[in-house]
């Protein structure tokens, strides 16, 4: 999201408490103005949409730069300039856990159906289910690379296209017209290698918790294991783009593209193109054929 253009500076001011009584207890939005409540929420929303776009897994020390990236904006936008007290910073750097757990509740429902998994817990359906987990994240191969997200996961065919992925880019950012995706654009318009990186990574731990042949829901999403995974897949995103950088740009724009029609809102507005030179060339052929007949017409 990009910065707010200067405007006049406005002395700090502490954000004032709801009833003016300073709370205990773990932090929360609530425990202010009901202004300062909203102007907290906005920023907790620009945070998330951050780790969604530019860093899911951040580096110590990037959680407080952002913070105070978010909340400066938001006040800016209020015409405001209340200080980013730890309270508050605690509250918005908070939302991490919190934007990747939406996505993993979005996409668990989904793979079972989507991949195949067998849940009658019959020792026949764990066998079953081990194979698939094994083939899906295709580890017995020398350089195991994962087939998940394609669309077609037996040949391999159309990259970052399985319908998990297409699905929930709709569900989480682009839920209605006032979703993140809309509310965003710049983040998201085309998708970025971090999101489809980021997806791919939460589909992998969905998996991960079928492991063992049956659902296990006490597998963790943790920083410690799916950081590196996430650098793994956000590798493999970029190599994908690499190959033809007009192309998959082009894919990621209509991914986009689908996914704001489908909440509903306008069209994004594009700046406008001029002829392409191919059409000019054909054009200038034509009348220059034009000039041609007219002037045999005159002789």
């Not at 971090?194 to 006490?218: M, P, R, S």
């Not at 033809?244 to 069209?267: E, F, K, L």
């Amino acid at each position: 999201m990009a910065p707010l253009p200067p405007g006049p500076l406005l002395p700090a001011i502490d954000a004032p408490y709801k009833q003016g009584q300073v709370p205990s207890g773990k932090p929360k939005c609530a425990d202010y103005d009901p202004r300062v409540d909203k102007l907290i929420v906005h920023a907790c929303h620009q945070y998330e949409v951050l780790l969604s776009t530019e860093e899911p897994f951040p580096e110590p020390g990037s959680p407080v730069t952002w913070a105070f990236r978010v909340w400066s904006d938001v006040c800016k936008s209020a015409n405001v300039n209340y200080t980013l007290s730890d309270r508050i910073e605690k509250i918005i750097i908070g939302r991490s856990s919190h934007g990747r757990g939406g996505l993993r509740d979005k996409i668990r429902p989904l793979v079972a159906g989507t991949y195949g998994f067998l849940l009658d817990g019959t020792e026949q359906s764990k066998v079953a289910n081990l194979a698939r987990y094994n083939f899906l994240l295709d580890r017995d191969a020398e350089q195991p690379e994962a087939r998940f997200h394609y669309e077609d996961v037996e040949t391999k065919r159309r990259f970052a296209h399985n319908r998990i992925i297409t699905t929930v880019i709709k569900e989480q950012w682009f839920a209605d017209m006032a979703g993140p995706g809309i509310k965003y654009a710049a983040q998201f318009s085309p998708i970025r290698e971090v999101t489809l990186a980021l997806i791919f990574t939460t589909i992998e731990y969905c998996l991960d918790q079928w492991a063992t042949g049956h659902y296990d829901k006490n597998v963790t999403f943790s920083d410690k294991v799916y950081r590196a995974k996430y650098q793994r897949h956000l590798l493999h995103v970029h190599e994908w783009c690499k190959i033809d950088v007009n192309t998959t740009q082009d894919i990621r724009q209509r991914m986009y593209d689908r996914a704001r029609r489908a909440s509903g809102a306008m069209p994004e507005a594009r700046a406008l193109v001029g002829l392409s030179s191919t059409a000019r060339d054909r054009l200038r052929i034509e009348l220059a054929a034009s000039a041609a007949q007219h002037s045999d017409e005159d002789a």
